[in-house]
């Protein structure tokens, strides 16, 4: 039986280990910028090439679970496989933008996995630093919480 590629998007989804909130890990990122074929990008790091990077690559996101629950998402520009001491990684290179999403409780794993587009949860707005903190809409924890509920 043939092997059946699809270049639909897929997306990965993966724990932001030791990120407080969506503005940690955006300055976590903004300090590992770098170009990348005439864009700006930035990177995450993993110790596998996904094997499905033609849907990653054609519309794919990664969302990133922050304290258990997924919180934004960023746009795949490419994948590079570097050598290191502790042997081979990939270098997950990702659009620098990051998108919040309707936060969505998720649990705790190592690496990452494949997230199906049908339940990824929908976008909300762009995430502007400069506009965090003086932010008036309600914190993403609590949101969740009243969604979880059925209350919104």
């Known amino acids: 039986m043939a092997k059946i590629i699809s270049n639909d998007p897929i997306h990965l989804i993966k724990l932001a280990v030791g990120v407080d909130d969506v503005g940690h890990l955006h300055a976590l990122?903004?300090?590992?910028?770098?170009?990348?074929d005439g864009a700006?990008?930035?990177?995450a790091w993993t110790r596998r090439?996904?094997?499905?990077?033609g849907g990653l690559l054609n519309g794919g996101s990664i969302y990133?679970?922050?304290k258990g629950r997924i919180q934004a998402r960023q746009a795949f520009l490419g994948f590079e496989m570097e050598d290191t001491d502790e042997g081979p990684y990939c270098?997950?290179?990702l659009d620098p933008a990051l998108m919040l999403v309707a936060a969505m409780p998720h649990r705790?794993?190592?690496?990452w996995r494949y997230l199906d587009p049908a339940k990824a949860p929908p976008d909300l707005r762009f995430?502007?630093?400069d506009l965090a903190a003086e932010d008036d809409e309600m914190p993403a924890d609590l949101a969740a919480q009243l969604r979880d509920a059925g209350l919104i």
Do not use: H, N, Y
């Open 40 to 43: 700006l990008a930035t990177c």
């Open 108 to 111: 705790a794993f190592q690496g």
């Open 64 to 66: 990133w679970i922050i």
């Open 91 to 93: 270098r997950l290179v």
């Open 49 to 53: 090439k996904p094997t499905r990077d």
């Open 29 to 36: 990122q903004s300090s590992r910028l770098f170009d990348f």
């Open 127 to 129: 995430f502007d630093p």
